[in-house]
């Protein structure tokens, strides 16, 4: 299944110069976050195939203003075409406001899902906002990852990892493809197509 990852930026190659057939063979968006609820709307409409999402740190907007037409799987496990996808959006805390977690707060979410998780017998993909503690994160608050995602990974195996909030365009030379043990990861920063049952991703990644 061809999946696109997005994040952070919204893409003009795919809204301001819009062609249908751009996301030929595209079956799932996913949405790692910071991203205007506008753009996710056009993707799932124009392109007609189904947006899921998690909430970035700057998307306070999304409480008065949804995506419509896209599925928020924010602390949930969301099954599509027998791929399991966890959800956990937000961002390490670091000023007052919405979707921002410290260590313990996000590791209390992780213990509220274990129910499902246990139910669905683990997951494929996790989607994030963030990216995982010393996994092509920032040494600054604002952009260090999560320690918690590296234990979800270390415990459960998925296949990929998707994330955002650490821009390509930063020039901290932050990766769009990388691996932990035996879990894909892929920074969806603006975007990225790539293939679920592609067992070497990281040769076609870039």
């Not at 928020?72 to 966890?86: A, F, H, N, Q, T």
């Not at 769009?176 to 990281?202: L, M, S, V, W």
């Amino acid at each position: 299944m061809k999946i696109l990852a997005v994040a952070d930026e919204e893409s003009k190659y795919l809204w301001d110069f819009y062609e249908r057939d751009k996301l030929d063979g595209v079956e799932l968006v996913l949405s790692a976050g910071d991203l205007k609820p506008e753009y996710l709307s056009f993707l799932t409409t124009m392109y007609n195939v189904p947006v899921l999402y998690v909430h970035g740190n700057h998307d306070d907007k999304y409480e008065t203003k949804p995506p419509e037409g896209c599925v928020c799987i924010d602390d949930d496990i969301y099954v599509y075409e027998g791929i399991r996808i966890l959800g956990l959006g937000g961002s390490m805390r670091y000023r007052n406001g919405g979707n921002q977690y410290t260590e313990a707060e996000m590791r209390k979410r992780v213990r509220r899902l274990w129910l499902k998780i246990k139910f669905h017998r683990g997951f494929d993909i996790l989607l994030t906002h963030s990216p995982a503690y010393q996994i092509n994160d920032g040494r600054d608050l604002p952009h260090q990852g999560f320690e918690q995602f590296i234990t979800l990974i270390e415990k459960y195996n998925p296949k990929y990892f998707i994330h955002g909030h650490v821009h390509m365009a930063y020039g901290r030379q932050h990766k769009r493809y990388d691996k932990y043990k035996d879990t894909h990861i892929i920074n969806a920063f603006e975007r990225c197509i790539f293939d679920f049952d592609d067992d070497n991703p990281g040769a076609h990644i870039r």
